[in-house]
């Protein structure tokens, strides 16, 4: 059976298996099938195993989203973004637990498990001070990454106490002594820029923007995310912090209309955006 104990280590042999590998995954109701025999687009590496696993339609359907992103094999940039159905990531007053179901958070953990860094915001860590590890499903955990413009961020926080490494990027010249954390400074002018060349240098393969909406626009705009994902729930909050807050545009052809796909998750839908291809 296909659990939360387990999924983790999938994850990680269906990441680690090369492209032309002779061991093929089919993920079909209430089961799952390795096989060396073509049966499905999915081939994992391995010896030559066949076996079936019971699996329920909520990993079926996660699996279904993550597999088609891990079989891409090459590096991809993916904004997730947990909202209600009229645009909001949080209230006014930074309450954003919880929008999406229960389960979404193993979904996201699972999201996390695929990932070699995971970027977010200053502010989500001042206002939902997260671990971003994968602790839900013993995947492996994604390097943090924080974007702290100002360097306003200090040790109370918990990414500063588990033990995990951060690195930090900021404009600012402030000395300041952050746990565990490597500080790297950039000039303010072109600062966004400057910043998606330094991630590029760092060389991971999946990266994972996780919010908030200040920090998933501003990439958007610098043309830096490959898939944007939206898990969107059925529940309307009214005012609140929008999703996202792009660039004005003065004319409806200019609106970016990408690729996409929908996928159901326990009750809620999740939109993938393909913006750069
Ligand atoms: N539902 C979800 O999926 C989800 C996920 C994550 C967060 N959230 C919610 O989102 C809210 C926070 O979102 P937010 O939009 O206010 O803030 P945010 O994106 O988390 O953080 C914004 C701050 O990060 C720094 N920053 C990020 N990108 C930058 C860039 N390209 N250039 C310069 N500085 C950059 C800036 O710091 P300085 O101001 O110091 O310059 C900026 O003010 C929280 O309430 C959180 O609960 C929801």
């Known amino acids: 059976m296909i659990t939360s104990h387990n999924i983790g280590i999938l994850l990680d042999l269906i990441k680690n298996s090369k492209k032309n590998s002779d061991l093929y995954l089919l993920v079909k109701k209430n089961s799952i099938l390795y096989s060396s025999k073509r049966k499905s687009n999915f081939c994992l590496k391995n010896n030559n195993i ?12 996660t699996l279904n989203i993550l597999i088609p992103i891990l079989r891409k094999n090459k590096k991809l940039v993916i904004a997730q973004i947990g909202q ?10 930074g309450n ?14 699972c999201l996390r498990s695929i990932s070699d860094a995971i ?5 989500t860590i001042k206002k939902d001070n997260p671990l971003l590890t994968t602790r839900k499903i013993k995947g492996t955990n994604p390097k943090r ?3 702290d413009g100002s360097l306003s961020l200090n040790n109370k926080y ?11 990027f900021t404009k600012s010249s402030k000395i300041v002594k952050l746990n565990n954390s490597t500080i790297i400074r950039l000039k303010e002018k072109n600062f966004t820029k400057n910043l998606i060349t330094q991630i590029k240098k760092l060389k991971y393969k999946n990266i994972l923007v996780e919010g908030g909406s200040k920090t998933i626009s501003e990439l958007i705009d610098n043309k830096y995310i490959d898939i944007l994902q939206f898990m969107i729930a059925p529940i309307l909050i009214g005012s609140g912090i929008n999703s996202l807050n792009l660039k004005e545009i003065s004319n409806l052809n200019r609106a970016i209309r ?4 929908f996928n159901e998750l326990e009750n809620e839908i999740i939109v993938n955006l393909f913006l750069n291809s």
């Open 96 to 109: 954003s637990h919880y929008i999406n179901n229960p389960k979404s958070i193993i979904y996201l953990h």
């Open 119 to 123: 970027i977010v915001g200053s502010n």
């Open 50 to 61: 066949e076996h079936t696993l019971n699996i329920s339609k909520f990993y079926q359907s």
């Open 145 to 147: 990454i924080i974007i």
């Open 158 to 168: 918990k990414i500063f106490n588990d033990g995990n490494e951060n690195i930090i």
């Open 258 to 261: 990408p690729k996409h796909n």
């Open 84 to 93: 209600s159905i009229d645009g909001r990531i949080a209230l006014n007053n």
